[in-house]
């Protein structure tokens, strides 16, 4: 069983749609957990960062983390086109450098 | 300012060559850090340096791979021989930021081995 565990998709869904992206993990020494956008033959950029447990909102992005459950959640409200590429999570333990990403999910979202 | 500079972008060999791939970190970043991804396995650490030093090669897959980083500002990986398995794209990332673990990527090396 990989530590980090993401749906690769691909997901398809109409401009304006909220959209849900998950992770689980099995690792509960993980603290810090991250969500990372990759555009096509590009390098993934950080997009949200949360420490520990919680809700953390940017715009239109809200990054929830579930510790009890081991489960990470990135909402997208009022998608654009803008926003396809593919969603990686990331997540580290607390002192650690290395960080476990996900699987990664592709999103498109069709005007 | 310039982000992490990798060379070459793209990379097409044969089986048994040596390959090199390059990168320049973010002057300042003193965390560098070595990715390989592929459809099947995502994106998988291979390795990273801390001020230059290796610290973690444990997700080199074999003998064939080496890195280096002669100086704060270059690194080098290297696969020797080269085998299609192989075939992958290579990002390079930098950090200052040990305590949140934030990377700033390169936009990565195609490897193809015919």
């Known amino acids: 069983q990989k530590e980090v565990e993401q749906d690769p998709g691909p997901l398809s869904v109409p401009e304006g749609a909220i959209v849900s992206l998950n992770c689980t993990y099995s690792?509960?020494?993980?603290?810090?957990f991250m969500w990372y956008r990759q555009y096509s033959r590009k390098g993934p950029e950080l997009l949200m960062y949360?420490?520990?447990?919680g809700n953390k909102e940017d715009g239109r992005f809200t990054a929830q983390v579930d510790k009890s459950s081991k489960y990470i959640s990135l909402f997208i409200r009022d998608s654009q086109p803008s926003d396809s590429a593919t969603y990686l999570c990331a997540m580290k333990v607390q002192g650690a450098q290395k960080l476990v990403f996900g699987q990664g999910t592709r999103l498109t979202i069709n005007p | 300012d310039a982000g992490v500079i990798q060379s070459p972008r793209h990379e097409v060999t044969e089986m048994g060559q040596e390959v090199t791939l390059r990168c320049k970190p973010i002057s300042g970043h003193n965390s560098l850090f070595w990715y390989r991804q592929t459809m099947m396995r995502g994106l998988e650490l291979l390795i990273y340096f801390n001020n230059n030093v290796p610290i973690d090669d444990s997700g080199m897959p074999e003998d064939r791979f080496s890195a280096k980083m002669p100086n704060a500002s270059f690194s080098t990986l290297k696969i020797q021989p080269s085998e299609p398995r192989d075939s992958a794209v290579y990002f390079c990332a930098s950090s200052n930021r040990r305590n949140t673990g934030e990377l700033f990527f390169g936009e990565g090396s195609r490897l193809t081995v015919l």
């Open positions: 949360t420490y520990s447990s």
């Open positions: 690792n509960s020494a993980f603290q810090y």
